[in-house]
Nanobody
Framework: VQLVQSGGGAVQAGGSLRLSCVIT????????LGWVRQAPGKEREVIAF??????KSHSDSVKGRFTITKEKTDALYLDMNSLKPDDTATYYC?????????????????WGQGTQVTVTS
């Protein structure tokens, strides 16, 4: 399974960005996909999940501003609006052939290479 990310960059506070992740080789009928970010000096934080039935969840830190979507098991997206300087981080897409991942248990098996998002005030 391979995940290749694109998107990201620098944007002013209040702006928008879209992150994309092309997924190849994920053949499982049941799966979890997600976006994880890591800010400088902080631990990794999972911010959104989406599962095979298209159900989704967003963390409180991004709810109402970010939206996770997917195209089957081929692509994963994160639309980010109303960006804040606190959103500055390296963002990773991730996938796992289990549908049981959630905020307390998110040891994804496969990861993208990461992409930098910088939000300036």
């Amino acid at each position: 399974v391979q995940l290749v990310q694109s998107g990201g960059g620098a944007v002013q506070a209040g702006g928008s960005l879209r992150l994309s992740c092309v997924i190849t080789g994920l053949k499982s009928k049941f799966y979890s996909l997600g976006w994880v970010r890591q800010a400088p000096g902080k631990e990794r934080e999972v911010i959104a999940f989406i599962w095979q039935d298209n159900s989704k969840s967003h963390s409180d830190s991004v709810k109402g501003r970010f939206t996770i979507t997917k195209e089957k098991t081929d692509a994963l997206y994160l639309d980010m609006n109303s960006l804040k300087p606190d959103d500055t981080a390296t963002y990773y897409c991730a996938a796992d052939p289990r549908a049981t991942l959630y905020y307390g248990n998110w040891d994804f098996a496969y990861w993208g290479q990461g992409t930098q998002v910088t939000v300036t005030s």
